[in-house]
């Protein structure tokens, strides 16, 4: 499956952004989307997922509280979110599919290009 992630951009900590992910096809072995981030000097870190068959969803502990993932079904399309950032959030954020992607167990067989999220102080 191709993804294609979109909605990066700079924004004021305490602001809001929502970004997007379209899928090329949904499928049995990709029941499972979410987003990872990464930033400078840093490893990627999971940080939502959803399911396309009964929305299912799974965050990490940093963004849980502020961060809302959903799905459009009808579009292939996944949305993240994302209020009240704060500095720590700048990061690439990248979309990823598989089998099995949760805040525990990740297995991934694609993945988007990467769209920047900057928070500004």
């Known amino acids: 499956v191709q993804l294609q992630a979109s909605g990066g951009g700079l924004v004021q900590a305490g602001g809001s952004l929502r970004l997007s992910c379209a899928a090329s096809?949904?499928?049995?072995?990709?029941?499972?989307i979410g987003w990872f981030r990464q930033a400078p000097g840093k490893e990627r870190e999971f940080v939502a997922s959803i399911t396309w068959s009964d929305g299912s969803t799974y965050y990490s502990d940093s963004v849980k509280a502020r961060f809302t993932i959903s799905r459009d079904n009808a579009k292939n399309t996944v949305y993240l979110q994302m209020n009240s950032l704060k500095l720590e959030d700048t990061a690439v954020y990248y979309c990823?599919?598989?089998?099995?992607?949760?805040?525990?167990?990740?297995?991934?067989?694609?993945w988007g290009k990467g769209t920047q999220v900057t928070v500004s102080s």
């Open positions: 990823a599919a598989g089998p099995k992607l949760t805040n525990v167990y990740k297995i991934i067989n694609s």
């Open positions: 096809e949904r499928t049995f072995t990709n029941d499972y």
